[in-house]
């Protein structure tokens, strides 16, 4: 079998979208369309991609870097000027090249690989991808043959009343063999009301010399539309989540309501886990089996164990492992790590900070750079002061301590193992192995103060 070669047209504006941004690095199910475009020609086997860079091209080249070649289209002259920007990178390929469109996310490995096999089954000089549309309109339709390959494309306006009936359009998509797509290039011109070089007028080239032309069809349409629009990129991202939802309650994710819970391409969910309403699972999530997440959850790039249960709560880059609590209004900061069995009661906020196994925050209490131990009990209003204006500064609580409420522990401060803090304590040294710290002045009542003051 021959290798299979990618070319991704990627240097287009956008300019429906409205955005300094490069429309194929606009997201869509957490991560950019090109992206989702890649790692399906990935799947359906390619061995090597070209990227065409051209608006933007900076920003495209770093968010792609390490996963493909990059070319540069200086100027826009078309989609046939495009790859051919490509050939001193591909002019000797011997085998198949596929060329995508950067701004179709919902592209498929199978889908792709379906396309690639039956171009080589084939024995076709150039093969497209075609879509069945409900509503064909402004869409080149494909006009076969009787034996099922390709006598042409004709564009919507250039058809007749007969071609306007079939629904089967050009989604712009191609596998070529290497050798006649480069020579058929040389012979493409910008003869044309746009001025451009147009790469489906190498098909016309191509079945002029007498090569077969065949087209596979895509058994479901949505997998080969385009994005030109942010509502075209909202609808985008509307069938992504709902594949991914399908996707997970297939593989034993129970989602209450599917409308309203929304989950990135690359997040995975473990089984019998639970998901409630206006959950957000972002990009680089883990969650692992048994956990009830939700409702009004929003978690960034953060690894759940098993058995964890989590509401009304915002985690980013942090772990949680398994047998946690996390109550309503916790909020998990970058570097967190909760270890096993911790609770976490209300309006909680934990900043790159270790909270050991089976410790307890109960509630409205700040952790910022703290080594807590286990089995540390933190009461309520206690607050880890980090910050002097300039540095920040860890805190380190030993197995075992017990900090009463309202406590303040000025860092840098160690509190060691059993050690007990006094309510209401501002603690600034290191409170040894199995001492009482009391930092509090002492109370004072002034008897008939209220009286005289009332007077």
């Given at each position: 079998m021959?290798?299979?070669?990618?070319?991704i047209l990627a240097a287009g504006k956008g300019t429906r979208m409205k955005s300094a941004l490069p429309k194929v690095l606009h997201k869509a199910g957490g991560k950019a369309m090109v992206a989702h475009v890649l790692a399906a020609a990935k799947a359906a086997g390619a061995t090597r991609q070209i990227v065409v860079t051209g608006f933007g091209g900076d920003q495209v080249r770093e968010a792609l870097a390490g996963q493909a070649e990059f070319?540069?289209?200086?100027?826009?002259l078309g989609t046939g000027h495009a790859v051919k920007m490509t050939a001193p990178l591909l002019k000797d390929t011997q085998g198949t090249i596929m060329v995508l469109c950067g701004d179709t996310p919902l592209l498929t490995g199978a889908l792709l690989k379906k396309l690639y096999d039956e171009h080589i089954a084939a024995q076709a000089k150039a093969t497209v991808l075609t879509a069945v549309m409900p509503d064909a309109t402004g869409y080149g339709r494909i006009i076969r043959q009787a034996?099922?390959?390709v006598e042409k494309i004709v564009e919507h306006k250039d058809a007749t009343e007969?071609?306007?009936?079939?629904?089967?359009?050009?989604?712009g998509i191609y596998c070529f063999d290497a050798q006649a797509l480069f020579a058929a290039l040389e012979k493409v011109t910008n003869d044309n009301a746009q001025g451009e070089?147009?790469?489906?007028?190498?098909l016309g080239i191509l079945k002029k010399q007498g090569e077969r032309i065949w087209a596979v069809a895509a058994d479901d349409f949505e997998e080969t539309l385009g994005v030109n629009s942010r509502a075209q990129l909202a609808k985008a991202e509307h069938i992504l989540r709902q594949h991914k939802?399908?996707?997970?309650?297939?593989?034993g994710v129970s989602i209450i309501d599917p409308a309203t819970t929304f989950v990135d391409a690359d997040v995975e969910v473990g089984r019998d886990t639970v998901l409630y309403p206006m959950t957000y699972l972002e990009s680089g999530t883990v969650i692992g089996e048994n956990c009830e997440i939700g409702p009004s959850v929003r978690i960034q790039n953060t690894k759940i164990g098993n058995n964890?249960?989590?509401q009304f709560l915002y985690a980013h880059d942090a772990v949680v492992d398994d047998h946690v609590k996390l109550g309503q209004f916790v909020h998990l900061r970058p570097g967190t790590h909760i270890c096993e069995g911790v609770k976490i009661d209300n309006f909680i906020e934990v900043k790159n900070s270790t909270i050991g196994k089976g410790s307890k925050l109960p509630h409205l209490s700040y952790i910022g750079d703290c080594d807590m131990g286990e089995n540390v009990n933190m009461g309520c209003g206690t607050i880890t002061v980090n910050y002097d204006g300039k540095k920040k500064f860890r805190t380190k609580i030993g197995n075992n301590a017990f900090v009463g409420c309202n406590s303040n522990l000025v860092a840098p401060v160690t509190v060691e193992d059993g050690a007990y803090i006094a309510a209401g304590s501002t603690i600034t040294q290191t409170v040894p192995k199995d001492t009482l710290a009391?930092?509090?002045a002492r109370q004072k009542n002034i008897t008939g103060w209220v009286d005289k003051r009332k007077r």
């Open positions: 021959s290798d299979l070669v990618t070319v070319v540069t289209q200086t100027e826009q034996d099922g390959s007969a071609e306007r009936a079939v629904k089967e359009v050009n989604s070089y147009y790469l489906p007028d190498v939802n399908e996707e997970l309650m297939a593989a964890v249960t989590g009391v930092a509090r």
